[in-house]
């Protein structure tokens, strides 16, 4: 495990909400809170720094790092935002400039599932593993490399898109543009339409619905998740056949319905795999919607001040 | 480029022979040669002693460290051999301390594939590049993933397996065990199986026949080649979605078909990557079947002594 050496604020910024928190050095969380996402960058920081200083009084640390973790694809630099699909305003935003102005801090900006993966590597699920790959399943479907206590990011800053693998020929349609995409196939919209199929229901229920049916042993909502899994461990898969992982973490709001999903995945996944690296352990995420915030404070108390 | 400081050796130890070289210090290759494969390790080694020591005195170089390439899976310590397929005599075999012994130098053990993948990166066709695939296409389908000069090797040191990746559920079964591996639709057997069967032959001929066919426009060898290079794009194209590298190497024998293979595995991949990463280069591999012994060389000269 690395812990930081320094306090760090860490803040996980979503299209509906933004999830932050203070690290002692350490890495122990002294404040945590949630408030929500402003249609423009300016307001949601501004909202971030006065909250952060109320954190800093009450939890008497302060932070000398800030940590942001943002959704979608960030140039190789992580200078400026890329395009937020769901944060249009925000496109472009030269974030780590303004925030390092704005808060005075040294700032680390990075993609979401790679901050979780980062956190989940260190202080998670993944920790004592040399090489953990983590899948956040949400509305979309992202993943984060960790090797020996480093995000692996490939040439340009984008490695780990699990969640466009495609695991379909011809299947459906993706947003990012082509086809057959594990996050056309698994992303909580498409479970929750496979849901209403299933039980013959002209509109899609919430997807926490469907997680607190299937947990509750509906067999309607079981088979949603088991084929969801059977894709997932298609991607997984491959995934482990390229990056040797000793540890592969499932995260993100439909991982919460738990084992029915990983045993699917495992059944999947397992006859995919070279028999040589089948030796790898496949377990849930363990800082829930806390990884994001926690591993963008981690990045940022290991950057040069 | 990282170009070795120190004179080293390198042999590239296959199941029918072993081919070597010195380096100079700067990584030009000064001696090479080649030799038939004994069936024990001892009397191969001790070949490659005795030719070691005529390069040394006919090029005036004195190599200070040994890098061995070796096919198939390694443990992650790489000291002793693992089961070598082709090789049955030598599976288990203590390779690094024997080897060390008889040499009298620090020796570096790895796989063929990984040994040819950082020679590419460093001295071939991935000079400049960030992050190199390669893929080496013969009897086996092996695969090196090289980022920021370092060989990625995942847990336990068996990442990169994209021959192993499956790319056809219920496809036909591979050495390995399992099924719809990459390699067992495009290994050099396959290949030459599928020329049997369009060509209506009841023998497969030499594939080295087959690809001098495609060379010269033989429209029933072509069609061996795109089929193969329709599922080389498959893998391919996981890969890239996991790894985003810049720079994706095809190498090994097969790759001697060149244009029409490079643009079928393209045609193949790119609808199956996810737009933001279609921006990498793919291209034959530069140093043919000298990449093993020249990567093993480069990986011994990085060792400590």
Same mark, same amino acid.
């Given at each position: 495990? /690395?812990?930081?050496?320094?306090?760090?604020? $860490?803040?996980? @910024? #979503? %299209? &509906?909400? =933004?999830?932050? !928190?203070? *690290?002692?050095?350490?890495?122990?969380?002294?404040?945590?809170?949630?408030?929500?996402?402003?249609?423009?960058?300016?307001?949601?920081?501004?909202?971030?720094?006065?909250?952060?200083?109320?954190?800093?009084?009450?939890?008497?640390?302060?932070?000398?790092?800030?940590?942001?973790?943002?959704?979608?694809?960030?140039?190789?630099?992580?200078?400026?935002?890329?395009?937020?699909?769901?944060?249009?305003?925000?496109?472009?935003?030269?974030?780590?400039?303004?925030?390092?102005?704005?808060?005075?801090?040294?700032?680390?900006?990075?993609?979401?599932?790679?901050?979780?993966?980062?956190?989940?590597?260190?202080?998670?699920?993944?920790?004592?593993? /040399?090489?953990?790959?983590?899948?956040?399943? $949400?509305?979309? @479907? #992202? %993943? &984060?490399? =960790?090797?020996? !206590?480093? *995000?692996?990011?490939?040439?340009?800053?984008?490695?780990?898109?699990?969640?466009?693998?495609?695991?379909?020929?011809?299947?459906?349609?993706?947003?990012?543009?082509?086809?057959?995409?594990?996050?056309?196939?698994?992303?909580?919209?498409?479970?929750?339409?496979?849901?209403?199929?299933?039980?013959?229901?002209?509109?899609?229920?919430?997807?926490?619905?469907?997680?607190?049916?299937?947990?509750?042993?509906?067999?309607?909502?079981?088979?949603?998740?088991?084929?969801?899994?059977?894709?997932?461990?298609?991607?997984?898969?491959a995934a482990v056949n390229l990056l040797n992982p000793d540890c592969v973490l499932i995260?993100?709001?439909?991982?919460?319905?738990?084992?029915?999903?990983?045993?699917?995945?495992?059944?999947?996944?397992?006859?995919?795999?070279?028999?040589?690296?089948?030796?790898?352990?496949?377990?849930?995420?363990?800082?829930?919607?806390?990884?994001?915030?926690?591993?963008?404070?981690?990045?940022?108390?290991?950057?040069?001040?």
């Amino acid at each position: 495990m /690395r812990a930081p050496d320094m306090p760090a604020a $860490g803040a996980d @910024v #979503g %299209g &509906g909400s =933004v999830k932050y !928190g203070v *690290l002692a050095e350490g890495g122990r969380v002294v404040f945590r809170g949630s408030f929500p996402t402003s249609p423009t960058p300016e307001d949601t920081f501004e909202e971030l720094r006065r909250r952060l200083r109320e954190a800093s009084a009450s939890a008497g640390v302060e932070p000398r790092r800030l940590g942001v973790a943002l959704p979608g694809p960030l140039p190789a630099d992580r200078a400026a935002l890329g395009e937020l699909p769901n944060l249009p305003a925000w496109s472009g935003w030269p974030v780590r400039e303004r925030l390092s102005a704005l808060f005075g801090l040294p700032v680390a900006v990075e993609n979401d599932a790679n901050a979780a993966a980062f956190a989940e590597a260190h202080l998670g699920a993944g920790r004592g593993c /040399r090489t953990v790959l983590l899948l956040t399943l $949400g509305t979309g @479907v #992202g %993943g &984060g490399i =960790v090797h020996e !206590g480093r *995000l692996f990011l490939g040439a340009e800053g984008a490695a780990a898109e699990i969640g466009h693998l495609t695991v379909q020929d011809d299947g459906p349609f993706c947003p990012c543009g082509k086809r057959g995409c594990l996050e056309a196939l698994v992303g909580s919209r498409a479970l929750g339409a496979s849901y209403a199929a299933r039980a013959g229901l002209g509109e899609p229920p919430p997807l926490a619905e469907v997680i607190s049916l299937a947990r509750r042993g509906d067999e309607t909502a079981l088979a949603v998740f088991r084929q969801a899994g059977a894709w997932l461990g298609v991607a997984v898969a491959a995934a482990v056949n390229l990056l040797n992982p000793d540890c592969v973490l499932i995260g993100g709001g439909v991982a919460a319905v738990g084992g029915p999903l990983l045993e699917a995945v495992r059944a999947s996944a397992i006859p995919r795999v070279m028999p040589a690296l089948r030796n790898f352990r496949l377990a849930g995420a363990a800082l829930g919607n806390e990884a994001g915030f926690i591993g963008a404070a981690l990045l940022a108390a290991g950057e040069e001040g």
